[in-house]
């Protein structure tokens, strides 16, 4: 079904290539092998690492060599009844919309040809597929923006962006679990924590999990921030099919 490529990646790490399509049928084969890899339970991996259209394989060279452990990922890769279903959840995260919270939303209608209000109602209606995690602890990266409100990033990145805040760069969109630096156009800020260290699950949700954002006004927005609790606003719903899960 795809064109699958193990490549070594350093001395200490197997890259498996499952084509350079990204859409959400290879997502979800890359969290299935991942989840089948670590059913596995092979001796001598150390960590694995999703990506859009691969999975890095990272190894202890002294427990296992390249030759053994690109073996058994292939037969892995091969023998689909060794790959696991991953459950996935979707998460319902509040939002606040323009102001001071989105000082880019103008400009990103403007880009769209529609009013600020268009924007809001396209970016929250959609749900987006986590394709996966990086830039920042829990960053996620999210599939699905309407293209009608794709916006190229900044030219200029700003120096810092405050945690929480939601942006669109080029045809994905996005929440900074932390304040960083960053050049995607704000459009909104969510009180929700998404990254906490204190917590039992830091990050609360995983690739190949959903997102859909909730408009919210600033009266909810500081209600929400001024409770303090670690898993404040968040609202879980039950895909089809799929148990329901209650974020930490």
């Given at each position: 079904?795809?064109?699958?490529?193990?490549?070594?990646?350093?001395?200490?790490?197997?890259?498996?290539?499952?084509?350079?399509?990204?859409?959400?049928?290879?997502?979800?084969?890359?969290?299935?092998?991942?989840?089948?890899?670590?059913?596995?339970?092979?001796?001598?991996i150390?960590?694995?690492?999703?990506?859009?259209?691969?999975?890095?394989?990272?190894?202890?060279?002294?427990?296992?060599?390249?030759?053994?452990?690109?073996?058994?990922?292939?037969?892995?890769?091969?023998?689909p009844?060794?790959?696991?279903?991953?459950?996935?959840?979707?998460y319902?995260?509040?939002?606040?919309?323009?102001?001071?919270?989105?000082?880019?939303?103008?400009?990103?209608?403007?880009?769209a040809g529609?009013?600020?209000?268009?924007?809001?109602?396209?970016?929250?209606?959609?749900?987006?597929?986590?394709?996966?995690?990086?830039?920042?602890?829990?960053?996620?990266?999210?599939?699905?923006?309407?293209?009608?409100?794709?916006?190229?990033?900044?030219?200029?990145?700003?120096?810092?962006?405050?945690?929480?805040?939601?942006?669109?760069?080029?045809?994905?969109?996005?929440?900074?679990?932390?304040?960083?630096?960053?050049?995607?156009?704000?459009?909104?800020?969510?009180?929700?924590?998404?990254?906490?260290?204190?917590?039992?699950e830091?990050?609360?949700?995983?690739?190949?999990?959903?997102?859909?954002?909730?408009?919210?006004?600033?009266?909810?927005?500081?209600?929400?921030?001024?409770?303090?609790?670690?898993?404040?606003?968040?609202?879980?719903?039950e895909?089809?099919?799929?148990?329901?899960?209650?974020?930490?």
């Amino acid at each position: 079904m795809f064109d699958v490529k193990i490549l070594p990646s350093g001395d200490s790490a197997v890259l498996i290539q499952l084509g350079s399509v990204i859409s959400p049928q290879v997502n979800a084969a890359v969290h299935a092998l991942d989840a089948g890899i670590k059913s596995a339970n092979i001796n001598g991996i150390v960590e694995t690492v999703p990506a859009f259209a691969s999975l890095l394989v990272l190894y202890d060279p002294v427990v296992i060599g390249y030759e053994e452990i690109s073996g058994t990922l292939r037969a892995i890769c091969e023998n689909p009844t060794s790959v696991s279903e991953r459950k996935s959840f979707l998460y319902t995260i509040p939002v606040c919309y323009g102001d001071e919270f989105g000082e880019d939303l103008e400009d990103v209608a403007a880009h769209a040809g529609m009013s600020a209000d268009e924007v809001v109602r396209c970016h929250s209606e959609r749900t987006y597929l986590i394709y996966m995690l990086g830039f920042l602890p829990g960053f996620p990266y999210l599939g699905g923006l309407d293209p009608a409100i794709a916006c190229p990033r900044l030219a200029s990145p700003r120096q810092k962006i405050e945690a929480g805040s939601v942006g669109i760069g080029g045809e994905q969109t996005g929440v900074y679990p932390l304040a960083s630096p960053g050049g995607w156009r704000l459009i909104g800020r969510t009180p929700v924590k998404l990254y906490d260290p204190n917590r039992a699950e830091p990050i609360f949700y995983s690739p190949g999990d959903s997102v859909k954002f909730s408009p919210i006004d600033r009266r909810e927005y500081d209600r929400i921030a001024a409770e303090a609790l670690r898993s404040a606003g968040i609202r879980l719903s039950e895909p089809s099919g799929l148990p329901l899960r209650r974020a930490v």
